[in-house]
């Protein structure tokens, strides 16, 4: 049983729209029941990112942004501080060895330091993942 794994925007955000779940998120959000999910420090302003941008596509209004944020705060995300010796450097030469923006490799960077599988519907981060040995949670 997996207690522990970093999370990538994609899964969370597909909880917010119902045209965009699917089994996997759904497995993944059953799974924060009994484990706990580490994010990233930039995953906040992804995720308000994210709820503007469909507000402003009204696929969401105001209020149903308020509630997610609310439903947010009370499953087992972590939210992980910078760690000192993550540069903006060394975050650059990482993305770019894996091809990947640097708010994916952000997602990585963090499950492959703490040895943490990773749970994404993402497939350039789930290849960039196997590609360096991260487990990927399984559904």
């Known amino acids: 049983m997996i207690k522990h794994f970093v999370i990538d925007n994609s ?3 597909s909880w917010c729209f119902k045209d965009e779940t699917n089994k996997y998120a759904e497995a993944i959000l059953h799974r924060l029941s009994e484990a706990t999910a580490f994010v990233p420090s930039i995953w906040p302003l992804e995720v308000v990112n ?12 105001e209020a149903d942004s308020a ?3 609310t439903l947010l705060t ?7 501080a ?5 540069s ?5 030469i990482f993305a770019r060895a894996n091809n990947l923006s640097s708010y994916d490799a952000s997602y990585l960077d963090l499950a492959m330091k703490s040895g943490y599988p990773i749970a994404t519907l993402d497939t350039k981060l789930i290849r960039a993942a196997r ?3 991260v ?5």
């Not at 499953?75 to 992980?80: A, G, H």
């Not at 903006?88 to 650059?92: A, F, G, N, S």
């Open 88 to 92: 903006m450097r060394e975050l650059l």
């Open 131 to 133: 590609k360096i040995d």
């Open 74 to 80: 009370q499953l087992p995300i972590v939210l992980e």
């Open 67 to 69: 509630r997610f944020i």
């Open 50 to 61: 994210v709820l503007l941008v469909a507000e402003r596509k009204k696929r969401l209004s």
């Open 11 to 13: 899964v969370v955000m």
């Open 82 to 86: 910078d760690h000192p010796e993550s």
């Open 135 to 139: 487990q990927i949670v399984p559904a």
